[in-house]
């Protein structure tokens, strides 16, 4: 039942159009680039400062010099282009990005995430991912419906500490796609994965939401 | 003048340090690091640094010794994952940290480097970081303002410099270097390969000299990969 974490990442490289400039937080996330259309002309970009972010090198190819925001190696594409920490976040604050794609532990129904740290359990840190949701022009997530011990993560209010208020445009889950037309708009429930009901993703979910 | 050229990276480093200065340190992870610099800061024994810079190495590796030999007062990151020594020194409250986002960061520096005090951005508003920090509304939208950084002393790595202090850098090992030469009032760099003067192109210089007052070449490098990811042929 539902959607796999390959599948989740399938629909929301749905929403990525031909010549989109992307950026890929870790996790299902990164799952995407598989699903892009060999048609359609994507360009990643890497917070660490890399536009035309290519595939893992082959093994002769290993550049110490060539990584990518979670410091694995990757290799270039034909139109990449490299730059300081500086123009990299020029452009993601500047909204030059067309859509970020990041995975979340809870997003409210106002469209706050929280994804950084866990209070007395996990603080690794925001990296970028605060500047990135504040901005990118949309910002889709994609997570698991509920958590390991199956609490619900789309909520009303983030418990956790927040990464940003009200930026998330769309949510993409194992169980259903939620989106919204604009940042005043309640999320609409849009997509139900194959043998999901609308009961089931009402149960295990905590947020309003128009169905 | 005299020159900028520097025999090894403790000449390079000599009548700079002192106890409670402040540094920005290039690099992201362990990538584009400047690992000789960072051998001496530990070598001098230099006390109660604080250190703007967006991780602090790895365990064991780059920023991440000055860890283990308790150097470090402070530190302004925006990622401490991948260093258990640092995730334990803040928890236990040895260590100050100043959690800073990546972009802001970046920003505070080029901001600091270019005699602009303060800055307002989006990021981070309504968030932890936002806290005792003057919030204003332009346009209808909210933003934080951010403080300007600028340092004692920038510790940089670059791929290749002229004897005039011109840098380039080498893929993504610029990252955090280009602007953390800016943001201090002495940048000490450490490259792979110092030429003559007159032998870079201009137009492909990345950092103008007049940011670099000291340079020494730290050549060879054995450079660490932090995640060594790679697919086979028939994988594309």
């Not at chain 1, 927040?162 to 796609?177: A, R």
């Not at chain 2, 604080?50 to 860890?67: P, R």
Request: glycine letters at 12%; proline letters at 4%; hydrophobic letters at 40%.
């Amino acid at each position: 039942m539902g959607w796999s974490r390959d599948q989740i990442a399938a629909r929301a490289a749905q929403e990525i159009g031909d010549g989109y400039y992307v950026n890929l937080g870790i996790g299902i996330p990164t799952l995407v680039v598989d699903h892009i259309g060999p048609d359609q002309d994507v360009t990643f970009h890497s917070e660490n400062g890399l536009l035309g972010m290519g595939p893992f090198p082959l093994e002769h190819e290993v550049d110490a010099d060539l990584i990518n925001a979670g410091k694995q190696t990757i290799t270039e594409t034909a139109n990449s282009a490299y730059f300081g920490s500086a123009s990299s976040f020029a452009m993601v604050r500047g909204g030059h990005l067309d859509i970020t794609i990041l995975g979340a532990m809870e997003v409210s129904e106002g469209g706050d995430i929280a994804n950084w740290m866990i209070p007395g359990k996990s603080i690794k840190g925001m990296g970028g991912a605060m500047d990135l949701v504040a901005g990118v022009r949309r910002v889709i997530v994609t997570m698991e419906h509920v958590s390991k011990d199956g609490t619900p993560k789309f909520v009303r209010e983030c418990a956790l500490p927040l990464t940003g208020v009200n930026c998330v445009d769309m949510i993409v889950t194992d169980l259903c796609v939620f989106a919204r037309e604009d940042r005043q708009s309640p999320f609409q429930l849009i997509e139900l994965a194959p043998n999901v009901t609308l009961d089931h993703v009402k149960t295990n979910t905590r947020a309003f939401f128009e169905a | 003048m005299a020159s900028k050229v520097f025999p090894d990276a403790a000449a390079a480093l000599d009548g700079l340090l002192f106890d409670g200065m402040q540094i920005c340190s290039g690099g992201f992870g362990v990538c584009g690091i400047p690992e000789r610099l960072i051998d001496v800061l530990v070598e001098s024994g230099v006390r109660d640094i604080t250190i703007a810079s967006n991780n602090c190495g790895i365990d064991g590796v780059g920023l991440g010794k000055l860890l283990l030999t308790k150097q470090i007062r402070k530190m302004m990151s925006s990622y401490i994952g991948g260093n258990a020594e640092f995730e334990r020194q803040f928890l236990s409250g040895e260590l100050e940290l100043e959690f800073c986002p990546q972009g802001t960061l970046a920003e505070r520096c080029r901001a600091g480097g270019a005699g602009i005090p303060a800055f307002y951005t989006r990021t981070g508003v309504g968030t932890l970081v936002a806290e005792g920090k003057e919030v204003r509304n332009f346009g209808g939208e909210d933003y934080l303002m951010e403080r300007g950084i600028f340092a004692d002393l920038a510790i940089v790595k670059a791929w290749k410099a002229d004897e005039s202090g011109n840098l380039i850098f080498r893929k993504t090992a610029r990252n955090f270097n280009e602007v953390m030469a800016t943001a201090a009032k002495v940048c000490v760099a450490e490259v792979e390969e110092i030429v003559p003067t007159g032998c870079l192109e201009p137009d492909s210089i990345h950092i103008p000299g007049i940011y670099v007052k000291r340079l020494v070449c730290g050549a060879p490098y054995d450079k660490v990969i932090e995640f060594r990811t790679t697919r086979t042929e028939d994988a594309v």
